[in-house]
């Protein structure tokens, strides 16, 4: 039994030493950036969550992973089990936060009570025909060039010096299920794929990925899902149209499913864009499987070695 169950990622947090690139490439990722009280710059999506992407002033670097609890009850409980306290959270939606430290270091906040923002419907110009079902009659589907349209954060991934170390620490605290291992011998995994623990509420095939690395511990990418596919492909013209740095995609992920499309912002930190990705309950259990995998595509153009 874990000590809480989180019902999901909730925002991830960097340092940067330019606030305004940092609004630009926000701007043209998708995301509506705005100026925090405390100086801080955060960025929202069209989703409920108050902001999904924060940046402090400082030497550029990852700060910290926002996970959200179902309740300030949960809080108090991870609190008195981990001797920390349950504070207000000085950011935007307001709400309590308990900060904690995983094996590796990362600063963990964990949040609850927030004020959602009001969230705003993706744009759908109009159904997509497809070949046994025409759903778009006298009618033209257009897609109007622009961002993307990011509507939430759907996972973080980090480098980890132990995975089992990380994965037990990950579990015990707030519930994960693992969706897929992956699995280097019969007797090592070196990652694995977690989704919370939702019971019969089907949620993502991840929400977090650990994964040890031979490059030490470290920030791996952040994946925020975008309206549709057409949606992704305006955002990856918009977004190479601006010179931004593209690492890899536009390709579809055997493990997850999703499409997705993977960007730089002006400090080296990794985001992606996805869409389509499957879902499951609690019920739907674990499998085990290999690199190959993990880094091969259903379609597009196979990982780059900044992605290994």
């Known amino acids: 039994m874990s000590i809480i169950r989180i019902e999901d990622v909730a925002h991830v947090r960097f340092r940067a030493p330019d606030l305004a690139a940092m609004r630009t490439f926000l701007t043209e990722f ?5 100026d925090g009280e405390d100086g801080v710059l955060y960025a929202a999506g069209s989703g409920p969550a108050p902001f999904v992407h924060a940046t402090e002033i400082g030497e550029p670097g990852f700060a910290a992973l926002g996970l959200r609890a179902e309740s300030l009850a949960d809080l108090e409980t991870l609190a008195r089990a981990e001797g920390a306290a349950v504070e207000p959270f000085a950011a935007p939606g307001g709400g309590f936060v308990v900060r904690l430290k995983d094996p ?20 759908d110009p109009a159904p997509w025909n497809r070949a046994n079902e025409k759903a778009r009659l006298r009618a ?26 990380s994965e037990a620490w990950y579990k015990d605290r707030f519930g994960f299920i693992t969706s897929d291992e992956i699995a280097l011998s019969p007797d090592f995994s070196v990652g694995a794929f977690l ?27 952040a994946a925020f899902e975008v309206a549709d596919l057409d949606d992704l492909m305006r955002g990856h013209a918009r977004l190479k149209a601006a010179g931004a740095h593209q690492e890899w995609g536009v390709g579809r992920h055997i493990l997850g499913s ?45 990982a780059p070695p900044t992605m290994a």
Request: net charge negative; glycine share 12%; with cysteine.
């Open 104 to 123: 590796d270091g990362f600063s963990i906040e964990v949040v609850a009570g927030q004020s959602p923002r009001a969230a705003v419907a993706p744009a």
């Open 195 to 221: 989704r919370c623990d939702r019971g019969e509420t089907p949620t993502d095939h991840h929400t977090l990925f650990l994964v040890q690395s031979p490059k030490g511990p470290g920030f791996n990418h």
């Open 140 to 165: 033209t589907r257009r897609v109007e060039a622009g961002p993307s349209q990011v509507v939430r954060l759907g996972h973080a991934v980090l480098n980890v010096s132990n995975f089992r170390a």
């Open 30 to 34: 998708g995301l509506t950036p705005f």
């Open 258 to 302: 999703q499409v997705f499309d993977y960007w730089r912002d002006p400090w080296g930190h990794t985001l992606e864009h996805w869409t389509d990705g499957d879902l499951f309950t609690a019920a739907d259990g674990s499998n085990v499987t290999g690199m190959a995998e993990l880094l091969g595509v259903q379609w597009g153009p196979m």
